[in-house]
T-cell receptor
């Protein structure tokens, strides 16, 4: 059981380049999330998707776009990368509807992105 | 709104010391509460959880009790090991996951 799979694991971009981070889960979860983690800043929510076909902004959405391609996949796109987007990016999935609040969130291993 | 506040780190302890990491929450309803652990270079993994008031979650010697009256979910361990060095995140689930800022624990031999 793979859980949450993120690709790539590492990436170096030049300022202004674009890229898409891929995330897929095989647990049939409705909710998926993208976080970034910076030193001393904890996790900050970029975007989340409560269910297939819906997406909502989190705390730090500027400079990012997302696509919930289907129930399994939730991608994060940087249209024009900036050095301030250097971070570790985590994808997560969970069930979060009223009848399943006791279920945990499962995380991918992260993508370490450097923008130079 | 919903939020989680946890004590700032880093917390530095000697091996076999007692650990407490404080976590308090604000929620508009009755959330489930979680502690996650992140080892260096890895993603977050579930450490323990509690789904209703007065529940105690436990795993690997760590414990936390869901206290509705004080809106708290403090993490404790009686005797820490060097291998417990990691970042610990408190979280709640109420229609969406909300995470605290994380507390780094350093355990010295």
């Amino acid at each position: 059981n793979a859980g949450v799979t993120q690709t790539p694991k590492f990436q170096v971009l030049k300022t202004g380049q674009s890229m898409t981070l891929q995330c897929a889960q095989d647990m049939n979860h409705n909710s998926m999330y993208w976080y970034r983690q910076d030193p001393g800043m904890g996790l900050r929510l970029i975007y989340y998707s409560a269910s297939e076909g819906t997406t909502d902004k989190g705390e730090v959405p500027n400079g990012y776009n997302v696509s919930r391609l289907n129930k399994r996949e939730f991608s994060l796109r940087l249209e024009s990368a900036a050095p301030s987007q250097t971070s570790v990016y985590f994808c997560a999935s969970s069930e979060a509807f009223a009848g399943a609040l006791n279920t945990e969130a499962f995380f991918g291993q992260g993508t370490r992105l450097t923008v130079v | 709104g919903n939020s989680v506040t946890q004590m700032e780190g880093p917390v530095t302890l000697s091996e076999e010391a007692f650990l407490t990491i404080n976590c308090t929450y604000t929620a508009t309803g009755y959330p489930s509460l979680f502690w996650y652990v992140q080892y260096p270079g890895e993603g977050l993994q579930l450490l323990l959880k509690a789904t209703k008031a007065d529940d105690k979650g436990s795993n690997k010697g760590f414990e936390a009790t869901y206290r509705k009256e004080t809106t708290s979910f403090h993490l404790e361990k009686g005797s820490v090991q060097v291998s417990d060095s990691a970042v610990y995140f408190c979280a709640l689930n109420f229609n969406k996951f909300y995470f605290g800022s994380g507390t780094k624990l350093n355990v010295k031999p």
